[in-house]
C-alpha cells in the first residue's frame, strides 16, 4: 500500500464531506453504559511527539470546544486488533497468560523501529494523525497473522479490516460542528505538519474499550523489542 496515496484520498473525500456538514457524530462516546471491550496491541509514540499533537489539539480545542480530544495518555497506534471490541468481552473469557507466550514468541524475532508522524488526514467521524512505517510493522503484523490462525485462541485479527497503515485517532466528533471552516482551515495548516518520528522499543497489550480511554484500560503486559 502506498500510505501517501491512501491518506491522501481518505483526507480528500472526508474533508469534503465536512466541508458540506456530511460528517457523522458518535452517540456512545459518552455512554457510560458502553460495554464494547476487546484486547489490543498498542505503540505509544513518545512525549515530545506527544507534545506537538497537543500544540494542535489545543488549537483545535479553540475552535470547537464541545468535540472529543485524545489526551497523551490514550494516543495510540493499533499494532493489531486481536480481539476486536465487542458487549459483553471479559477477561475473564480467555487466558491471558497463553496470549501473552504466543505474542512473547512471536517478537522476540523483531527488532525495534521508527514511526514518522507527519500531518493529518480525516474520517468522516474523526480527525487523524498520518503514520509512516518502516517494513518491520507490517513483518510484525504478518507474524501475528500466522501465528494466531495456527492457534486456538479466540481472536477477531482483519475480522473488521486488514490494518495496514500506523495512523493515530486524535478528535472524535461527539456533537454538531459550530465552527467548521474555521476547524477546516486549521486542519489544513498541519496537513504536512512534523509531528515527530519515535522509535518503537516496546508494546503493550491491553484490555481496552472502543476508544481507548485511560480510566478503562488494563495493560495487561508489555513487550520490549530487542
Not at 491518506?7 to 473525500?13: A, I, N, Q, S, V
Not at 476487546?38 to 494542535?56: E, K, W, Y
Not at 480481539?83 to 504466543?102: A, H, M, R, T
Amino acid at each position: 500500500m502506498n500510505l501517501t496515496e491512501h491518506y491522501y484520498k481518505l483526507y480528500t473525500d472526508s474533508i469534503a464531506k465536512i466541508s458540506s456538514g456530511q460528517y457523522e457524530t458518535d452517540p456512545l462516546i459518552d455512554d457510560e453504559t458502553d460495554q464494547r471491550f476487546g484486547i489490543t496491541l498498542v505503540i505509544r509514540p513518545d512525549a515530545a511527539t506527544n507534545n506537538n499533537i497537543q500544540q494542535f489539539l489545543t488549537e483545535a480545542k479553540a475552535i470547537e470546544p464541545d468535540q472529543y480530544y485524545y489526551q497523551n495518555a490514550d494516543i495510540h497506534i493499533t499494532l493489531m486488533s486481536i480481539i476486536s471490541c465487542y458487549n459483553g468481552f471479559d477477561l475473564k473469557d480467555i487466558k491471558v497468560e497463553d496470549y501473552i507466550q504466543l505474542i512473547q514468541q512471536i517478537l522476540a524475532r523483531h527488532k525495534s523501529f521508527k514511526i514518522q508522524f507527519k500531518g493529518l488526514t480525516a474520517s468522516p467521524s474523526c480527525i487523524l494523525i498520518q503514520g509512516f512505517l518502516t517494513d518491520t510493522l507490517n513483518e510484525i503484523r504478518d507474524d501475528l497473522r500466522a501465528g494466531f490462525k495456527n492457534s486456538t485462541l479466540q481472536q477477531s485479527i482483519d475480522k473488521r479490516y486488514a490494518i495496514q497503515t500506523a495512523h493515530s485517532t486524535v478528535i472524535r466528533f461527539r456533537s454538531e460542528l459550530e465552527n467548521k471552516d474555521k476547524l477546516v482551515k486549521l486542519i489544513e495548516k498541519y496537513r504536512d505538519f512534523d509531528f515527530g518520528t519515535f522509535e518503537v522499543k516496546q508494546v503493550e497489550l491491553v484490555y481496552n474499550d472502543w476508544y481507548q480511554r485511560e480510566r478503562f484500560v488494563k495493560k495487561l503486559y508489555q513487550f520490549f523489542l530487542p
